[in-house]
């Protein structure tokens, strides 16, 4: 079996990251039985540099043809790249947003976990870390504040700027059956987070997913407001199996969440539409202030490649081989910098890299 994986390194630490969970996947193939041939993709920054604007429909129309997308990350540091001094439709995040929405990607999988290994990097204290904690955070990712109208206007003399967050009964509704499916196959507790006490959308928000609700009897719902999921999430993280919210909210705890798994070099993503097809990328950003050092941490993008096997191409064997080795290489002690605490190994990012494509490889 052959897959076609379109590759987007992206920006700042991107190509590294993306070189590094490539090589696993290379690995994951031979060992697994199949192949995967690679196109690689232009958006973002290197968009604007190769083409003038963030994504092409070269690019949209690639992805597309694939079976799964592997991303790294996009933008640059705002303060001192010419990309932002573009109008804010044509900088790297608009490419982003943009290829999300072209492809339909509503459904945003971030899921938070603390490996054993990882203990000592948490920020917690022990007695909250306790038995640990293994959730799923399930980001609306098409809609809300991110795609609602947007703009800034002038009134006597004195700027407005107007976002809008607006969701629909049917976008509320296909995010919450992702949601209900995944708890259904965890531990059956989906947590909706909103802002009910004060947004109408969030009250619709709660009401669909109640609806959606009366079909999955065997999922146990509960509703939290979003600014005590945050105090939540640091002070009893293990309460919780599977978040649902929306594309903001979303955003805002998956950093959060990254973090009590000791660094946000750890957390990966996929971001999925109606069927198999998705595109997966590390949760955390391009990271320009350390891009081209080789001391970028690849976990994040090597485990998003797991997630790119286990639900793109139902290679579940070798997603679980990837993820084994991920934990059996920071079982060994080998950490990079973001990770690094007493009486480990440093690594950079092409050794931490090839010490999991080994381990996948079966050496
Ligand atoms: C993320 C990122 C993006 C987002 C940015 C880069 C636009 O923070 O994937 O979480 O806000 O969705
Ligand atoms: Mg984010």
Same mark, same amino acid.
């Given at each position: 079996?052959?897959?076609k994986?379109? !590759?987007?390194?992206?920006d700042?630490?991107?190509p590294?990251?993306?070189?590094?969970a490539?090589? !696993?996947?290379d690995?994951a193939a031979?060992?697994?039985?199949?192949?995967?041939s690679?196109?690689?993709? /232009?958006?973002?920054?290197?968009? =604007?540099?190769?083409?003038?604007?963030? /994504?092409t429909?070269?690019?949209?129309?690639?992805a597309? #043809?694939?079976?799964?997308?592997?991303?790294?990350?996009i933008?640059?540091? $705002?303060?001192?790249?010419?990309?932002?001094? &573009?109008?804010?439709?044509?900088?790297?995040? *608009?490419?982003l947003?943009?290829?999300?929405?072209a &492809?339909?990607?509503f459904?945003?999988?971030?899921?938070a976990?603390?490996?054993?290994?990882?203990?000592? $990097?948490c920020?917690?204290k022990e007695?909250i870390i306790?038995?640990?904690?293994?959730?799923? +955070?399930v980001r609306?990712?098409?809609g809300? &504040?991110?795609?609602?109208?947007?703009?800034?206007?002038?009134?006597?003399?004195?700027?407005k700027a +107007?976002?809008? %967050?607006?969701?629909?009964?049917?976008?509320?509704?296909?995010i919450?059956?992702k949601?209900?499916?995944?708890?259904r196959?965890?531990?059956?507790r989906l947590?909706s987070?909103?802002?009910?006490n004060?947004?109408? #959308?969030?009250r619709?928000w709660?009401a669909?997913?109640?609806?959606? *609700?009366?079909?999955?009897?065997?999922v146990?719902?509960?509703?939290?407001?979003?600014?005590?999921?945050?105090?939540?999430?640091v002070?009893?993280?293990?309460?919780?199996? !599977?978040? %649902?919210?929306?594309?903001m909210?979303?955003? =805002?705890?998956?950093?959060?969440?990254?973090?009590?798994?000791?660094s +946000?070099?750890m957390?990966?993503?996929? #971001?999925?539409?109606?069927?198999?097809?998705?595109l997966?990328?590390?949760?955390?950003?391009?990271?320009?202030? +350390?891009?081209?050092?080789?001391?970028?941490?690849?976990i994040?993008?090597?485990?998003?490649?797991?997630?790119?096997?286990?639900?793109?191409l139902?290679q579940?064997?070798? *997603?679980d081989?990837?993820?084994?080795?991920?934990?059996?290489?920071?079982a060994?002690?080998?950490?990079?910098a973001? %990770?690094? #605490?007493?009486?480990c190994?440093?690594?950079?990012?092409?050794?931490?890299?090839?010490?999991?494509?080994?381990? !996948?490889?079966?050496?």
């Amino acid at each position: 079996m052959n897959y076609k994986i379109a !590759v987007i390194p992206g920006d700042g630490i991107g190509p590294e990251i993306v070189r590094e969970a490539r090589k !696993v996947l290379d690995q994951a193939a031979a060992r697994f039985g199949f192949t995967l041939s690679y196109t690689e993709l /232009l958006l973002g920054g290197a968009s =604007i540099d190769a083409h003038g604007v963030p /994504l092409t429909q070269e690019t949209i129309e690639g992805a597309k #043809s694939s079976d799964a997308v592997l991303m790294g990350s996009i933008g640059g540091d $705002a303060r001192i790249s010419p990309w932002y001094k &573009l109008e804010p439709s044509l900088r790297p995040e *608009a490419g982003l947003l943009g290829i999300r929405k072209a &492809l339909n990607l509503f459904a945003n999988l971030r899921p938070a976990y603390l490996y054993d290994e990882l203990r000592a $990097a948490c920020p917690l204290k022990e007695e909250i870390i306790g038995e640990g904690f293994d959730l799923m +955070i399930v980001r609306e990712l098409t809609g809300g &504040l991110y795609f609602g109208e947007r703009k800034t206007i002038e009134e006597n003399g004195s700027k407005k700027a +107007i976002d809008t %967050l607006v969701y629909s009964e049917d976008e509320i509704r296909r995010i919450a059956v992702k949601a209900f499916e995944i708890a259904r196959k965890r531990r059956g507790r989906l947590c909706s987070v909103d802002k009910a006490n004060v947004l109408d #959308s969030s009250r619709l928000w709660r009401a669909v997913t109640e609806e959606v *609700a009366k079909d999955y009897p065997d999922v146990e719902l509960s509703h939290m407001l979003v600014d005590n999921c945050a105090m939540q999430l640091v002070k009893d993280p293990g309460q919780f199996d !599977v978040i %649902l919210t929306e594309n903001m909210f979303g955003d =805002i705890l998956s950093d959060e969440a990254s973090m009590i798994t000791g660094s +946000i070099g750890m957390l990966s993503s996929a #971001s999925l539409n109606e069927t198999k097809f998705g595109l997966y990328e590390p949760s955390h950003g391009s990271a320009p202030d +350390i891009a081209g050092k080789g001391i970028a941490n690849p976990i994040a993008t090597i485990l998003s490649a797991a997630m790119l096997l286990r639900y793109s191409l139902d290679q579940d064997e070798a *997603a679980d081989a990837v993820e084994e080795a991920v934990k059996s290489v920071l079982a060994e002690g080998y950490r990079t910098a973001d %990770l690094m #605490s007493e009486g480990c190994i440093q690594t950079g990012t092409e050794q931490m890299g090839d010490l999991i494509a080994g381990k !996948v490889a079966g050496k």
